[in-house]
């Protein structure tokens, strides 16, 4: 009677045993890359995840594929997140299926460390630290409000294009935040004219500058694919390296600040490599005489750590 007892205690420990080794590494929309931390399982496995900060069960998932010490799971209840911890559950297979034997989902061929396979290639699963190069397209537009001549005022609409080039760094804050610092060597090109020759003696107005930028932005990732869309938000600071004009007095253009919002796509090449594009709206603070803005599309080629 002792052993059965015995037995019976070791059996319930086992089952009411908080959470195993294993732990959730990502998670992208309803299905969890989980890392099995050498704890074995099988396909049709189901199990609890387990909240660590607060012991309790969030959601409940089940065992789709398993390729070495990773395996990818769908969620068929509650909400799962990322360092979510597993816990046993009873065993339900999926009718016709078998541990192991079950038709692979094309869409998680390969999972490897938070990585996943599409027909187009393999790309992260989760927002990763990379850097890399970018081409910038600038389309510039002011007013500016001058004095012609003594006594007498005028004003003008300006408008141009410019080109830009630098480099950037993104580092990841969380899954689905990034912020942005980006430097940049950039143009600004603007003409308009006048009905009297009031732009130093011409009917044609400019202003041309070219900028050493210095960007700071916060970037919200919309969408976890191979189009990895986003949203953000920031300031720049504008050191004027050359600069000329015929509405603004020049030895008075030095620096300059402007405040960004922007909407840009990662599109994924590979695990490593992704092309980032944007559009960028650039608003400088406005003064008494003068009001001006940008929109700047940038792309480029970047690179994952």
């Not at 869409?107 to 599409?118: L, R």
């Not at 970018?134 to 004095?147: D, E, R, T, V």
């Not at 922007?262 to 090449?269: K, L, N, P």
Request: hydrophobic share 40%; aromatic share 10%.
């Amino acid at each position: 009677m002792s052993l059965k007892f015995f037995f019976t205690g070791f059996l319930l420990l086992i089952l009411t045993l908080p959470s195993w080794a294993a732990t959730v590494k990502a998670v992208k929309g309803s299905r969890v890359l989980v890392q099995l931390e050498g704890a074995s399982s099988s396909t049709g496995e189901e199990y609890f995840l387990i909240d660590p900060s607060t012991t309790k069960r969030r959601a409940i998932i089940r065992i789709r594929q398993i390729k070495g010490d990773q395996a990818i799971a769908e969620v068929l209840k509650g909400t799962a997140q990322s360092g979510f911890t597993l816990q046993a559950k009873a065993r339900s297979n999926v009718k016709g299926s078998s541990p192991r034997t079950r038709k692979a989902d094309p869409t998680f061929a390969n999972p490897v460390e938070d990585t996943i396979v599409t027909n187009s290639g393999r790309f992260p699963l989760v927002a990763k630290n990379s850097y890399g190069v970018l081409g910038s397209y600038l389309s510039h537009s002011m007013n500016a409000k001058f004095i012609a001549s003594p006594g007498r005022t005028a004003s003008s609409s300006l408008s141009g294009s410019g080109f830009g080039v630098g480099g950037f760094y993104d580092h990841t804050l969380t899954d689905k935040l990034m912020g942005r610092a980006h430097a940049s060597y950039e143009q600004f090109n603007a003409q308009g004219s006048t009905p009297l020759a009031d732009c130093d003696g011409s009917t044609t107005c400019d202003v041309k500058i070219n900028y050493l930028s210095v960007y700071g932005l916060a970037k919200y990732q919309l969408t976890s694919s191979k189009y990895r869309m986003w949203a953000g938000g920031g300031v720049g600071f504008l050191l004027a390296m050359s600069k000329s004009s015929t509405v603004l007095n020049a030895s008075e253009i030095s620096t300059n600040q402007v405040f960004t919002a922007a909407f840009g796509t990662d599109i994924y090449y590979s695990s490593k490599n992704y092309i980032p594009v944007s559009l960028e709206y650039n608003l400088f603070p406005a003064s008494s005489t003068v009001s001006a803005s940008s929109v700047v599309l940038r792309a480029g080629w970047a690179w994952n750590l």
